[in-house]
């Protein structure tokens, strides 16, 4: 009997163990990739480079479709080109240069994530902030002859989510200011509620959708048949995007009239155009 006693006390205090012990938590861990690229397609994402990279990008945006093979869906009216360059100083800062050829814009832009999703527990969205000057180097209509009445600010609020390895989501606010008004009934600020959704098909290709709605009146109080801007049409993009490793290229349909932000918020024409997106890295980092 005495040969047994301490096997049975070493066997008690185990399963005492067993019973007591916690498992340990798993620490929160930041998610990465909500959304591949830094743009959706038309807008920002709350995505920025990793730190001590540069981004270089591409956007090509062709004519209306509408005209069908006459125009060969757009193609044949040529492409106009957007080339940005992005930089992130650190983990959760980027400054930013983009040039629109329609138009003649020059943008620079500023983008902080202020709050970062974890998981398992923890943070449970990512919060993005960017701000945008736009400058044009036309002298036309008469709204552009004085250089203040050339400038336009954009500021954005991204709130998003990666709700599994599959699907991520966005909202968010975007405030637009322009110096000098596009006309005498038009708005000098103008506001969108802002959505984007990001669909993993197969490792490397995605399904997008993206859209702004606007958040002020479509005719004005004093006068109901008139309307801030003639013939509004809600901005809108959906496509692809493929990862192919080097880079992110992406393919989509927009309704938008333009490549840069302060364009594509404002479109009043009915359009229809193909277009894409390519952009690559380049590490900084010794």
Same mark, same amino acid.
């Given at each position: 009997?005495?040969?047994?006693? /301490? =096997?049975?006390? @070493?066997?008690?205090?185990?399963?005492?163990? +067993?019973?007591?012990?916690?498992?340990?938590?798993?620490?929160?861990?930041?998610?990465?990739?909500?959304?591949?690229?830094?743009?959706?397609?038309?807008?920002?994402?709350?995505?920025?480079?990793?730190?001590?990279?540069?981004?270089?990008?591409?956007?090509?945006?062709?004519?209306?479709?509408?005209?069908?093979?006459?125009?060969?869906?757009?193609?044949?009216?040529?492409?106009?080109?957007?080339?940005?360059?992005?930089?992130?100083?650190?983990?959760?800062?980027?400054? $930013? /240069?983009?040039?629109?050829?329609?138009?003649?814009?020059?943008?620079?832009?500023?983008? /902080?994530?202020?709050?970062?999703?974890?998981?398992?527990?923890?943070?449970?969205?990512?919060?993005?902030?960017?701000?945008?000057?736009?400058?044009?180097?036309?002298?036309? =209509?008469?709204?552009?002859?004085?250089?203040?009445?050339?400038?336009?600010?954009?500021?954005? /609020?991204?709130?998003?989510?990666?709700?599994?390895?599959?699907?991520?989501?966005?909202?968010?606010?975007?405030?637009?200011?322009?110096?000098?008004?596009?006309?005498?009934? @038009?708005?000098?600020?103008?506001?969108? @509620?802002?959505?984007?959704?990001?669909?993993?098909?197969?490792?490397?290709?995605?399904?997008?959708?993206?859209?702004?709605?606007? +958040?002020?009146?479509?005719?004005?109080?004093?006068?109901?048949?008139?309307?801030?801007? =003639?013939?509004?049409?809600?901005?809108?993009?959906?496509?692809?995007?493929?990862?192919?490793?080097?880079?992110?290229?992406?393919?989509?349909?927009?309704?938008?009239? $333009?490549l840069s932000e302060n364009q594509a918020l404002l479109?009043?024409? =009915?359009?229809?155009?193909?277009?894409?997106?390519?952009?690559?890295?380049?590490?900084?980092?010794?």
């Open positions: 009997m005495g040969r047994l006693r /301490l =096997p049975r006390i @070493a066997l008690v205090v185990g399963l005492g163990g +067993l019973l007591w012990s916690q498992p340990e938590e798993e620490p929160p861990q930041p998610v990465l990739a909500t959304f591949k690229g830094t743009r959706l397609y038309n807008l920002h994402t709350p995505e920025l480079p990793p730190a001590k990279h540069l981004e270089f990008r591409v956007a090509h945006r062709f004519g209306d479709m509408r005209q069908g093979y006459a125009n060969f869906f757009g193609i044949d009216a040529g492409a106009n080109v957007r080339l940005s360059f992005g930089y992130s100083v650190l983990p959760w800062a980027e400054v $930013g /240069l983009e040039r629109t050829g329609l138009g003649k814009w020059w943008n620079g832009y500023a983008k /902080l994530r202020l709050l970062t999703q974890k998981a398992p527990k923890g943070m449970p969205v990512s919060v993005t902030w960017v701000g945008m000057v736009f400058f044009t180097e036309r002298t036309t =209509p008469p709204r552009y002859t004085e250089w203040t009445g050339r400038l336009e600010y954009l500021h954005q /609020l991204l709130i998003a989510r990666k709700f599994s390895r599959r699907f991520s989501a966005m909202g968010g606010i975007l405030w637009l200011h322009q110096n000098m008004a596009l006309s005498p009934q @038009a708005l000098n600020d103008w506001f969108w @509620a802002h959505a984007g959704v990001r669909l993993k098909l197969t490792p490397r290709l995605t399904l997008m959708a993206e859209g702004s709605f606007p +958040l002020w009146r479509a005719a004005l109080e004093d006068d109901p048949t008139k309307t801030p801007l =003639p013939g509004y049409q809600i901005p809108w993009s959906a496509g692809f995007e493929v990862e192919t490793g080097g880079h992110v290229f992406q393919i989509g349909l927009t309704n938008a009239a $333009g479109t009043n024409a =009915p359009l229809l155009r193909l277009g894409f997106n390519i952009s690559r890295m380049f590490s900084f980092q010794g």
